[in-house]
């Protein structure tokens, strides 16, 4: 069966550092892969997707980047983090182009402060 | 990107089925129609999606119009553990899966 982990679960960085927010996929293969963000109260906003390996669509000009060095691997990354990147970052993953459902990983709760 | 509308809460009795309606004006012929939700500090979960047909899963029910410009995903009998946010959601062609506000549903004991 194929699950998603995306970790940590929770992180506090201050203003300034960077962020690394790594998603792995088991038991598929060249799965579309997507992240998120929910601010406090708002709904998710598509930061990133990805339909292969090095092959990354930006969705909003931001202070974030993403990488998919390995086919099941995503990575979220910024090298200097802002107040306003606070928030609850989730990874998804799909098989087919918005054809079949997503699945999503219990996300990560950054604070910046 | 084709965009949906809900409204943005709506309440419901427990053990009551529940109505959650969705409009999609501007549906291609090739959107499938997705149902997420979204419990508080969890990811979306997904719901059910269909094309034309109504669908039915353990879930819940997917009625779709037969213009296809609106849904309503169904709970039969809504328990506490329904109060959620449901999402609608156009998916096709396109790689991207674009949530809009979704709908706030609380359950009333």
């Known amino acids: 069966s194929q699950t998603i982990h995306q970790w940590p679960a929770t992180l506090v960085q201050p203003v300034g550092s960077p962020l690394s927010l790594e998603c792995t996929v088991e038991?598929?293969?060249?799965?579309?892969l997507y992240w998120y963000r929910q601010a406090a109260g708002r709904g998710l906003q598509l930061l990133f997707y990805s339909v292969g390996i090095g092959q990354i669509s930006s969705e909003v000009p931001q202070n974030l980047s993403a990488s998919r060095p390995q086919d099941r691997q995503f990575i979220l990354s910024s090298k200097k983090l802002l107040l306003s990147d606070s928030g609850f970052y989730l990874c998804?993953?799909?098989?087919?182009?918005?054809?079949?459902?997503?699945?999503f990983g219990q996300g990560t709760r950054l604070t910046v402060v | 990107d084709a965009k949906t509308t809900q409204p943005n809460s709506m309440e419901s009795n427990e053990e009551e089925p529940v109505h959650l309606p969705c409009n999609h004006s501007?549906?291609?012929?090739?959107?499938?129609i997705h149902w997420y939700r979204q419990l508080p500090s969890q990811g979306p979960e997904y719901v059910i999606h269909?094309?034309?047909s109504n669908v039915n899963n353990r879930m819940a029910s997917l009625a779709i119009a037969e213009d296809r410009k609106s849904s309503t995903l169904i709970l039969h009998r809504a328990t506490l553990r329904d109060a959620a946010v449901y999402y609608c959601i156009l998916s096709g062609r396109d790689d991207k899966i674009i949530f809009g506000k979704g709908t706030r549903l609380h359950i009333l004991p």
């Open positions: 038991g598929t293969s060249n799965p579309n």
């Open positions: 501007t549906i291609s012929g090739t959107d499938y």
């Open positions: 998804a993953w799909s098989k087919t182009r918005g054809l079949s459902e997503a699945f």
């Open positions: 269909g094309l034309t």
